[in-house]
Structures are given as structure tokens and as C-alpha cells.
Nanobody
Framework: QVHLVESGGGLVQTGGSLRLSCAAS????????VGWFRQAPGKEREFVAALRWSDGSTNYADSVKGRFTISRDNAKNTVFLQMNSLKPEDTAVYYC?????????????????WGQGTQVTVSQ
């Protein structure tokens, strides 16, 4: 059974930083992408960032470029999302997801495995 477990969310002031972690059990991140998505109340789930495990290629949503960094720890089978210069509009539940394909895709429907989510709240 596959489990993706996110951690690291919380409450932070505008301009602050948080580091999210996504640990996998029952699944070894293979060659495919691992991504972060977020969903704010009343909004659709949106792509944030993704990393392809095989070669480390990354992709970011325009809204987070230059502020967020996705990275990995191969030994711990864990993916991280470092979030700096946080804004109130970054407030959302953040989800980790993995897909079995090769391409880094921003469409959440293409991801096969999901974590339970972790809340990030940025206050003004």
C-alpha cells in the first residue's frame, strides 16, 4: 500500500518561510515526477512544482518561481518544498503527489498517488 505523508505546514507571517516534506512508504520514487499541488478554499487544485526523480529536472508554476524550491533526498525517499517570501495568496492545503509516467505534467489528474495534505497559512 502506497502512502505519501506531508509535513511542515503551519502558520507564518508574510515574507516568512516554511519547508514542506513528503515522505513515501510502499513506494520508491522511481523515474517519474513527484509534484506539489495546492488548493485554497473555493478554488481548484493547482500545480506548484514538480521534480523528476531520474534526472532532477524541475518545473515551477509562474506564481512561485524564484520563491519556492523543490528538492529531494534520495536516501530518505523524501521530497521537499522550500517556500520563501511567502504571501497571503500562498495560503492553501498543500499536497504531494507522484505519477508513474516520465513527463513532468502540471495536470493533477495525471498523478496516481496523493498525500493527505498539509495546511499552510500566511497571515498579513
Amino acid at each position: 500500500q502506497v502512502h505519501l505523508v506531508e509535513s511542515g505546514g503551519g502558520l507564518v507571517q508574510t515574507g516568512g518561510s516554511l519547508r514542506l516534506s513528503c515522505a513515501a512508504s510502499g513506494l520508491t520514487f522511481g523515474s517519474g515526477p513527484v509534484g506539489w499541488f495546492r488548493q485554497a478554499p473555493g478554488k481548484e487544485r493547482e500545480f506548484v512544482a514538480a521534480l523528476r526523480w531520474s534526472d532532477g529536472s524541475t518545473n515551477y508554476a509562474d506564481s512561485v518561481k524564484g520563491r519556492f524550491t523543490i528538492s529531494r533526498d534520495n536516501a530518505k525517499n523524501t521530497v521537499f518544498l522550500q517556500m520563501n517570501s511567502l504571501k497571503p495568496e500562498d495560503t492553501a492545503v498543500y499536497y504531494c503527489a507522484a505519477r508513474e509516467g516520465f513527463a513532468i505534467i502540471a495536470d493533477s489528474k495525471e498523478y496516481n498517488y496523493w498525500g493527505q495534505g498539509t495546511q499552510v497559512t500566511v497571515s498579513q
